[in-house]
């Protein structure tokens, strides 16, 4: 079974780049088919999706946050990074690392334990 874990700092300064990583274990995350995604959650509000990248390192975007945000992955690590530039206090959320494969046999949706970032200064 797929396990995933975000990890990164939990406050970062207005104006300055979020990053943050998500180490996979009992999986490759070239894995065919695989799709790894960030997705966060608002306090209040609903789960929003981010952007992906997937097991042949093509990367997809929201399109809302597409001119902020850079999504790549280290193979020989098995990670994968979110980057996310220009951070204002709305961006702090939950971030969560997901896996998502539709294979034959049904589909594969992990996720993290998710991690608290903060915006402020």
């Known amino acids: 079974q797929v396990q995933l874990q975000e990890s990164g700092p939990g406050l970062v300064e207005p104006s300055q780049t979020l990053s943050l990583t998500c180490t996979v274990s009992?999986?490759?995350?070239?894995?065919?088919?695989?799709?790894w995604s960030w997705i966060r959650q608002p306090p209040g509000k609903g789960l929003e999706w981010m952007g992906a990248i997937d097991y042949e390192g093509s990367n997809y975007y929201n399109p809302s946050l597409k001119s902020r945000t850079s999504i790549s992955r280290d193979t020989s690590k098995n990670q994968f990074s979110l980057q996310l530039a220009s951070v204002t206090p709305e961006d702090t959320a939950v971030y969560y690392c997901?896996?998502?494969?539709?294979?034959?046999?049904?589909?594969?949706?992990?996720w993290g334990q998710g991690t608290q970032v903060t915006v402020s200064s």
């Open positions: 997901n896996a998502l494969a539709s294979l034959g046999r049904g589909v594969d949706d992990y």
């Open positions: 009992g999986g490759s995350i070239t894995a065919n088919k695989y799709h």
